[in-house]
């Protein structure tokens, strides 16, 4: 079974940076492509980043690109996404997701929530 | 950017009858060589994370009960869920993947009526 397990989330001040971790297990994890997506409080969902596994290469929406970071370790199969100067905006549930063939979402973790406050 | 506009915005309908949910992409998400519209749909109850129902704008996913159908091409995409259950209420999302960035519509939510 495919299971995808997020840490990481918390509260943190704005200008503050935090690092999600996404820990997968129940597949073979090296070569798949994995994403993050977020969704603020009571609002729709919005895709951050992804990473195919194939070609190795990372994909951003224009508007966190810079401020958020993606990085994979195959050796530990996890993925992370590293946030730095966070604004009140950025606070979500991030979700971890895994991507199949050419770009749907098959499986998804709980999230780990996001709250940037002062 | 692909936007995706979803309609209505919610909607209820009495068990056993017919849902009927909409998405529109700004610009074509079908590709001409296999004739394969890059369009999911996902389901997302109260609490929990999405889950994915339909690929290929019509394939359902592992597990779906065939009361969920996907249809349509290009632009235009329809999620039906007929004859429908109390565990169907949620809020749907259709996304593309035909370009990154992919992109998610603003969702349907779903109630009985």
């Known amino acids: 079974e495919v299971q995808l397990v997020e840490s990481g989330g918390g509260l943190v001040h704005p200008g503050g940076s935090l690092r999600l971790s996404c820990a997968a297990s129940?597949?073979?994890?090296?070569?798949?492509?994995m994403s993050w997506v977020r969704q603020a409080p009571g609002k729709g969902l919005q895709y951050i980043s992804h990473?195919?596994?194939?070609?190795?290469?990372?994909y951003y929406t224009d508007s966190l690109k810079g401020r958020f970071t993606m990085s994979v370790d195959n050796a530990k199969n996890s993925v992370y996404l590293q946030m730095n100067s966070l604004r009140a905006e950025d606070t979500a549930v991030y979700y971890c997701?895994?991507?199949?063939?050419?770009?749907?979402?098959?499986?998804w973790g709980q999230g780990t929530l996001v709250t940037v406050s002062s | 950017d692909i936007v995706m506009t979803q309609s209505p915005d919610s909607l209820a309908v009495s068990l056993g009858e017919r849902a009927t949910i909409n998405c529109k992409s700004s610009?074509?998400?079908?590709?001409?060589?296999?004739?394969?519209?890059?369009l999911a749909w996902y389901q997302q109850k109260p609490g929990q994370p999405p889950k994915l129902l339909i690929y290929?704008?019509?394939t359902r996913a592992s597990g779906v009960p065939d009361r969920f159908t996907g249809s349509g091409s290009g632009t235009d995409f329809t999620l039906t869920i007929s004859g429908l259950q109390a565990e169907d209420v949620a809020v749907y999302y259709c996304?593309?993947?035909?370009?990154?960035?992919?992109?998610f519509g603003q969702g349907t939510k779903l109630d009985i009526k």
């Open positions: 290929w704008a019509s």
């Open positions: 990473f195919t596994g194939g070609r190795g290469d990372f």
């Open positions: 610009q074509s998400v079908l590709t001409s060589p296999n004739n394969k519209n890059f």
């Open positions: 129940g597949f073979t994890f090296n070569g798949y492509s």
């Open positions: 996304q593309q993947y035909y370009t990154t960035p992919y992109t």
């Open positions: 997701a895994r991507v199949l063939a050419w770009g749907w979402f098959d499986s």
